[in-house]
C-alpha cells in the first residue's frame, strides 16, 4: 500500500518540477491590457497583475547599456526582488504608464548626461573633472588607468572613484578641446 | 568618515527650538527634481528626522512614527527609504559619493529609533583631504599637504643608516663639478699662453694633453664611483623597504587587504619601491651635481661677464617651459600607446587563452577580425607618435645650438672689442654648454619628485597602518578547552551590507556543530569571524568564556585546524605544504595526518611522493587530492577546534564517508564546524545551525529540527527526494534497456 502511495508522491514530484523547469522557457511578459501599475504616494510603484497586487516593484533594465526601453524587468521589491515578469518594448505602452515606469527607471539608474567639459587636470596620480551635466555641474575624480569605457558606437562612460557613471552620448559631438582633454582616456 | 556635517545655520535654530539633540547630519546630492543639489541635509536627532533645503527645514518626521528606516544602493546612486505606518517612502537620493555615510546613518536612525544612546561612527577613512580636496592615493594622509615636512624626515631617516656613502658621494659630486669647471680654465690658459702667443712647444701641448686627460679621467672616475655608490644604496634602501612592507602586509588585517586591489598591494611592494629606489640612484646624484655645476659656471660666467650671463640665462626658461610642455604630450601620446599595446596584448591572450572555446564556436575570422582593427589603430598612432619625436627632437636641437650661437655671437664681439682674449671666449662656451645642456632633463625633475612623495606616501601608509584586530595587552595563551559562544554577533563585509544579524549561540567543547543554509547565507562569514579574519562590529565571541579578541592571536591560530573552501596550496611539495600548520612537525606526523586524510596511498604514488611539487608551475593536482592536502594541514597540529568549511565538497561520497569516520575519531572531545551542502556530511553532528537570510534560522538536534518542520526538514526532505528520483530515474533507464 505504502508502495503506491508513495509511487504517487513521486508522480505529483515530477510533475511539479517538470512544471517549474517548463516556466524557464518562456518569458512571462506583462501588457498594458494585463496590468495596472499605480504610483504610491511615497514616490514608489503598485502593481496589480494576475489578480494580485504588489505593494511595491523595482523596476530594473536587462540591457542598461544597448536596450534602455526594451526588456524592463519588473520585479517584487518584498520578495527578493523575484521577477514577476518582463515588458517587451515600452513604446508600445501608453504615455502615463511609461512616464511612471521611466521614472522609477531615472531613480534606479541615475547617470547624468555631460554636456560639456569644462576642464580634466591630472594631479598626484588622478584625474580631476569639471563637468557640466543635464543634472546641474559636477566635479569629480577618476582614476587616470582607463576611467572611460566605451558602450557602443561614440558613446562613452565615466566611471569615477566613488564608481558613480556619467555619460557621454556622443563623442563626435564634443569640441576639439573637449576631445584633447579627455583623449588620454580614449 | 564624518556622519555630523555641520547643520546650515538656520535649520540649527530652528531644530534646537525643538530642544532635540542633533546626532547625525548628512548632505545629500540628487533633488527630488534628479538635479545635482549641493545644499540639502538630512538631520537625525534623539526625537526627529529632519530634511533640510537651503537653511530651511522643509519636513519633520517623529521617529515614533517609523518603523524601518533604509539606505536602498541603486546603480550610480542610492535613495534612503522609510517606512513610516508600513506606507515605504522615498524620502531623498543621493549619489554613490554618500553611500557609505547613509548606510552608517540608517543603522544609526535605527539605534535611536529603539532608543539607544549607541551612537554610529564610521571607520571608513576618508576618501579626499579634508584640508584641499584631493582624493587620497588609498592613504589615510595627504601626499600634497602633510608631505613637506614628513617627506624630508623620511628621506633623512632612509639616508641615516647610509650616511658616510651619502658623504662620499657629496664630495665627489663636489670635486667632480670643480674639475668640470677647472678643465674649462685649463683649455683657456692652454689657447691663451701657447697658441695664441706660441711660446710653447711641442712638449707642453703633450704636457697639457696630459693634464686635461688626468683631469677628464678623473671626472669619469668620480662619476663612476657616484653612481656605482648611488645603485648600492639605493638597492640596499629599496630592499630594506620591501622587506618592511611585506613583513607589514602579513601583519595587515585582512579588510585593510580586501579594501584595496592585489595588484595594488603588489605594486607598492615592487613598483613604489623601485620608484624611491630610482629616486635616490638618479634623481639624488644627477641631480644634485647636475645642479652644483650648473651654480658653478652660472657664476664663473656671471663674473667673467654678466651681460652674456644674463642673455644665455634669457633663454633658459623658454627651454624648460618648452620641455615641460612638451613632456606633457609626450607623457600623454606615449600613454595611448602604451594603452592601446596592452589592449592589443590583451586580445592576445584572450584569444589564445580560450582557443578551445573560438574553435569550438568556429568563430577564428570573428577574433582575427578583432585583432586587425586594434593592430590598426595600433599601428596609427605609432607612426603618429613617431613622426612627432622625429620632428620635436631636432627643433629641441636647434634651440639649445640657437643659445649656443648667441652666447658665441656676443663673446665674438666681445674678443673683437678686447675684453675677451680667445680662451677665454673658449672658456666662457664650454661653461655655457654645462649650463644648457641639462636643461632639457631638469624639467623632469618635479615629476620625479612627485612620484617619490607619493610612492613614500604609500609605501608608508602601509607601514603606518597598525593591526585592526590588535592584540590584547594581556594576550591569553591558553590552552583551549574548546567552548564557543557567539553573543549577539552581528557583521558585514561593507557597512551597507549586513551578512551576519544577532547570530547567538552556545557550543560546549567537544561538539559536531554543521552549519546548513543558502549560499550568500552568511555560513563561511560565521567561520571567518571564528578564525578570527574579522573582528564583529557588534557583539562578540567567547572562547571558553573570555572574549576572542582577548586571546593571543598566535597561540589561538596554533590551536585551531580549518579546511577552507578554496583550498590554497603553497608553491613548494606537498610535504612542505602538510607541515606548514605545523613546521617542526616530523615525517611520522606527516604520514598519520595523510593517513587520516585518505591522502598518503595518492602521495606515495606519485613519483615523487611526498616531495611532489605543486602550486604555482607544480604538478597539477585535482580538487579532491587538493582537499584532502589540506585536510591533512588541518589535523595535523591536533587542533582544539576544528573548522571545515566544504572541506569534502570534491569528494566522492565512499572517500567522504572514510575521512569523517577517520576525523570523527580524531576529533573526539574536539570542538569541530562543518559547512556543507551535502546533508549526509552532517549526519554526524550533534547540533545544527540553519542560516538564512543573514541570522539563525534554526538550531538543534537533527531530530529535533526534523519535527519541527521548519527550513531544515524542507532541505532534508528535498535532498533525499531528488536522490530518489535520480535512482528511480535510474532504475527505469536500466529496466527500459533491458527489456
Redo the contacts between chains.
Keep these: 500500500m505504502s508502495n503506491a502511495g508513495e509511487i504517487v508522491e513521486?508522480d505529483l514530484?515530477?510533475k511539479e518540477?517538470m512544471e517549474k523547469v517548463d516556466s524557464l522557457f518562456e518569458i512571462e511578459l506583462l501588457t498594458p491590457d494585463n496590468t495596472v501599475f499605480t504610483r504610491?504616494?511615497?514616490?514608489?510603484l503598485t502593481l496589480e497583475y494576475k489578480s494580485k497586487t504588489y505593494?511595491?516593484i523595482n523596476v530594473f533594465r536587462a540591457f542598461?547599456f544597448t536596450q534602455p526601453m526594451r526588456f524592463i524587468s519588473i520585479r517584487d521589491a518584498s520578495e527578493k526582488n523575484e521577477e514577476i515578469g518582463m515588458i517587451g518594448d515600452l513604446h508600445d505602452w501608453p504615455v502615463e504608464t511609461r512616464e511612471l515606469l521611466l521614472e522609477q527607471i531615472?531613480?534606479?539608474?541615475?547617470?547624468?548626461r555631460i554636456v560639456k567639459i569644462s576642464s580634466v587636470k591630472e594631479?598626484?596620480?588622478?584625474a580631476?573633472w569639471e563637468v557640466v551635466?543635464d543634472?546641474?555641474?559636477?566635479k569629480f575624480?577618476t582614476s587616470i588607468w582607463?576611467p572611460v569605457i566605451r558602450i557602443g558606437g561614440n558613446r562613452l562612460l565615466v566611471n569615477d572613484?566613488?564608481?558613480?557613471?556619467y555619460e557621454i552620448d556622443d563623442l563626435t559631438k564634443l569640441s576639439r578641446r573637449e576631445i584633447k582633454l579627455i583623449?588620454?582616456f580614449? | 568618515m564624518n556622519l555630523k556635517y555641520d547643520v546650515p545655520e538656520g535649520a540649527e535654530k530652528v531644530i534646537s527650538g525643538y530642544e532635540e539633540t542633533i546626532i547625525y547630519c548628512l548632505p545629500f546630492d540628487v533633488g527630488s527634481d534628479g538635479c545635482l543639489t549641493d545644499n540639502c541635509f538630512v538631520v537625525a536627532t534623539d526625537l526627529g528626522l529632519y530634511v533640510v533645503i537651503g537653511s530651511e527645514v522643509t519636513e519633520r518626521i517623529d521617529l515614533k512614527l517609523i518603523c524601518e528606516i533604509k539606505c536602498e544602493v541603486m546603480v550610480n546612486g542610492g535613495i534612503l527609504s522609510v517606512n513610516c505606518d508600513y506606507a515605504e517612502r522615498m524620502l531623498l537620493r543621493f549619489t554613490h559619493k554618500y553611500l557609505t555615510q547613509f548606510s552608517y546613518f540608517a543603522k544609526g536612525v535605527e539605534l535611536l529609533i529603539l532608543g539607544t544612546d549607541k551612537i554610529m561612527i564610521s571607520p571608513e577613512p576618508e576618501r579626499n583631504c579634508l584640508l584641499c580636496g584631493r582624493i587620497l592615493p588609498g592613504t589615510k594622509k595627504c601626499p600634497r599637504c602633510s608631505s613637506r615636512g614628513r617627506f624630508l624626515k623620511r628621506i633623512t631617516a632612509m639616508i641615516k643608516p647610509h650616511l658616510r656613502g651619502f658623504l662620499l658621494i657629496t664630495m665627489m659630486i663636489i670635486l667632480n663639478s670643480i674639475l668640470l669647471l677647472t678643465a674649462r680654465y685649463v683649455e683657456r690658459l692652454f689657447i691663451d699662453d701657447f697658441l695664441i702667443e706660441r711660446t710653447g712647444g711641442i712638449y707642453d701641448v703633450v704636457r697639457f694633453f696630459i693634464l686635461v686627460l688626468a683631469i677628464n679621467i678623473t671626472i669619469l672616475g668620480a662619476a663612476i664611483f657616484n653612481n656605482r655608490k648611488s645603485a648600492r644604496i639605493g638597492t640596499l634602501i629599496s630592499r630594506n623597504l620591501r622587506e618592511q612592507v611585506y613583513a607589514k602586509l602579513q601583519d595587515c588585517s585582512l579588510s585593510f587587504i580586501n579594501d584595496r586591489r592585489p595588484g595594488e598591494l603588489i605594486n607598492r611592494v615592487h613598483r613604489d619601491t623601485r620608484r624611491i629606489q630610482e629616486f635616490f640612484e638618479t634623481a639624488f646624484s644627477r641631480m644634485f651635481s647636475t645642479a652644483l655645476s650648473m651654480i658653478g659656471a652660472v657664476t664663473m660666467m656671471a663674473i667673467m661677464d654678466y651681460k652674456i650671463t644674463l642673455m644665455a640665462l634669457l633663454t633658459a626658461p623658454l627651454i624648460l617651459l618648452i620641455s615641460f610642455i612638451s613632456r606633457k604630450t609626450f607623457k600623454r601620446r606615449f600613454r595611448a600607446q602604451w594603452i592601446l599595446e596592452d589592449k592589443a596584448n590583451n586580445q592576445l591572450q584572450d584569444a589564445l587563452s580560450g582557443i578551445r572555446v573560438v574553435k569550438a564556436f568556429g568563430r577564428e575570422e570573428y577574433q582575427s577580425e578583432r585583432f586587425r582593427e586594434l593592430n590598426g589603430r595600433l599601428a596609427d598612432r605609432q607612426s603618429k607618435n613617431e613622426k612627432f619625436w622625429s620632428t620635436f627632437n631636432p627643433a629641441v636641437g636647434t634651440l639649445l645650438a640657437i643659445t649656443s650661437l648667441i652666447v658665441l655671437y656676443m663673446g665674438g664681439r666681445n674678443v673683437i672689442s678686447g675684453v675677451f682674449s680667445i680662451g677665454e671666449l673658449a672658456q666662457f662656451t664650454g661653461y655655457s654648454a654645462i649650463l644648457i645642456g641639462p636643461l632639457t632633463w631638469i624639467s623632469m625633475f618635479p615629476r620625479q619628485l612627485v612620484q617619490a612623495v607619493t610612492s613614500m606616501e604609500r609605501i608608508y601608509d602601509v607601514l603606518d597602518e597598525a593591526d585592526e584586530i590588535p592584540d590584547h595587552v594581556t594576550a591569553i595563551k591558553a590552552k583551549i578547552k574548546g567552548d564557543v559562544n557567539f553573543n549577539n554577533v552581528g557583521f558585514g563585509y561593507k557597512p551597507y551590507e549586513p551578512v551576519l544579524r544577532n547570530v547567538s549561540i552556545e557550543v560546549k567543547a567537544g561538539e559536531m556543530i554543521g552549519i546548513v543554509g543558502p549560499s550568500g547565507a552568511g555560513k563561511s562569514t560565521m567561520i571567518n569571524l571564528l578564525i578570527r579574519l574579522y573582528d564583529p562590529d557588534e557583539g562578540n565571541i567567547l572562547i571558553d568564556g573570555r572574549p576572542l579578541s582577548e586571546w593571543d592571536k598566535s597561540s589561538y591560530h596554533s590551536q585551531i585546524g580549518v579546511v577552507l573552501q578554496e583550498t590554497f596550496l603553497f608553491s613548494g611539495s606537498i610535504y612542505e605544504n602538510i607541515k606548514y600548520a605545523k613546521p617542526n612537525a616530523t615525517e611520522e606526523e606527516v604520514i598519520r595526518a595523510s593517513r587520516i586524510a585518505n591522502a598518503h596511498d595518492f602521495i606515495t604514488l606519485f613519483p615523487d611522493g611526498y616531495n611532489t611539487r605543486v602550486g604555482d608551475k607544480g604538478s597539477t593536482l585535482s580538487g579532491g587530492e587538493r582537499q584532502r592536502i589540506a585536510i591533512a594541514r588541518a589535523i595535523l597540529s591536533d587542533p582544539a577546534i576544528l573548522i571545515l568549511d566544504e572541506a569534502t565538497s570534491s569528494l566522492d561520497t565512499e572517500t567522504e564517508f572514510r575521512i569523517q569516520e577517520a576525523i570523527q575519531r580524531l576529533t573526539a572531545g574536539r570542538t569541530t564546524f562543518a559547512i556543507a551542502h551535502r546533508l549526509s556530511t552532517l549526519r554526524k553532528s550533534d547540533r545544527i545551525i540553519v542560516i538564512d537570510g543573514h541570522k539563525i534560522a534554526e538550531f538543534g538536534k537533527h531530530r529535533e529540527l526534523m519535527e519541527q518542520r521548519g527550513l531544515y526538514y524542507d532541505l532534508v526532505t528535498a535532498q533525499l527526494q531528488m536522490s530518489r528520483l535520480d535512482k528511480r530515474n535510474v532504475e527505469k533507464v536500466g529496466g527500459e534497456s533491458n527489456g
Design positions: 513521486y514530484l515530477i518540477q504610491t504616494p511615497g514616490g514608489f505593494p511595491r542598461p531615472g531613480i534606479r539608474y541615475f547617470t547624468p594631479e598626484f596620480g588622478f580631476y551635466t543634472r546641474g555641474d559636477m575624480t582607463n572613484l566613488d564608481s558613480n557613471r583623449d588620454l580614449l
